[in-house]
T-cell receptor, first 113, second 109 residues
Framework: IAGITQAPTSQILAAGRRMTLRCTQD?????MYWYRQDLGLGLRLIHY???????GKGEVPDGYSVSRANTDDFPLTLASAVPSQTSVYFC????????????FGPGTRLTVL | GQNIDQPTEMTATEGAIVQINCTYQ??????LFWYQQHAGEAPTFLSY??LDGLEEKGRFSSFLSRSKGYSYLLLKELQMKDSASYLC??????????WGAGTKLIIKP
């Protein structure tokens, strides 16, 4: 592994189903983030984690949950998917919260029907 | 509220110079970032400004005026591979990045 990986690459999901998007980094970064990117809008922060064991809510957290059991992994769960959650999801990490560069994973394209 | 404004799309010619502007209104300021994003790919870091002035890095330069809430990204000697979206983001008082919608740059031969 080099950098940040995300899985799956893409997914089509029926509304109401539960889905977990996976994110793993091997850079030993303390801070990790989940964003969604929609056409015509900027990246929007869903949830973040400043260090293993802690998480926080971003701009658009409703309908999503996260956990940070260790430094490397930061999964994002949609408990009951809705069509408005159709988006491209990016995981990112940085050495620490106030560090000046975030590194992004390749993204997961999610379609909820 | 917090707001980042940048043009939706710009067109330029290969070999030329282009300036992409960004204006912002945020709760607090801990730096301004520019990222490049090719279609279907992840954003990648280009530059960071926290003090007023110009930061130069090869063909790319970024300028910041905190008093005006204004930044620009200057791309020189444009190449076809520079066709991408350029994202402006500001780190607010909570150290969270607030993102603009991005400027799609189209390079013509």
């Amino acid at each position: 592994i080099a950098g940040i990986t995300q899985a799956p690459t893409s997914q089509i999901l029926a509304a109401g189903r539960r889905m977990t998007l996976r994110c793993t980094q091997d850079m030993r970064h303390n801070a990790m983030y989940w964003y969604r990117q929609d056409l015509g809008l900027g990246l929007r922060l869903i949830h973040y984690s400043n260090t293993a064991g802690t998480t926080g809510k971003g701009e658009v957290p409703d309908g999503y949950s996260v956990s940070r059991a260790n430094t490397d992994d930061f999964p994002l769960t949609l408990a009951s998917a809705v069509p408005s959650q159709t988006s491209v999801y990016f995981c990112a990490s940085s050495e620490r919260q106030d560090f000046n560069e975030q590194f992004f994973g390749p993204g997961t394209r999610l379609t909820v029907l | 509220g917090q707001n980042i404004d940048q043009p939706t799309e710009m067109t330029a010619t290969e070999g030329a110079i282009v300036q992409i502007n960004c204006t912002y209104q945020t709760s607090g300021f801990n730096g301004l970032f520019w990222y490049q994003q090719h279609a279907g790919e992840a954003p990648t870091f280009l530059s960071y400004n926290v003090l007023d002035g110009l930061e130069e890095k090869g063909r790319f330069s970024s300028f910041l005026s905190r008093s005006k809430g204004y930044s620009y990204l200057l791309l020189k000697e444009l190449q076809m591979k520079d066709s991408a979206s350029y994202l402006c983001a500001v780190m607010d008082s909570n150290y969270q990045l607030i993102w603009g919608a991005g400027t799609k740059l189209i390079i013509k031969p």
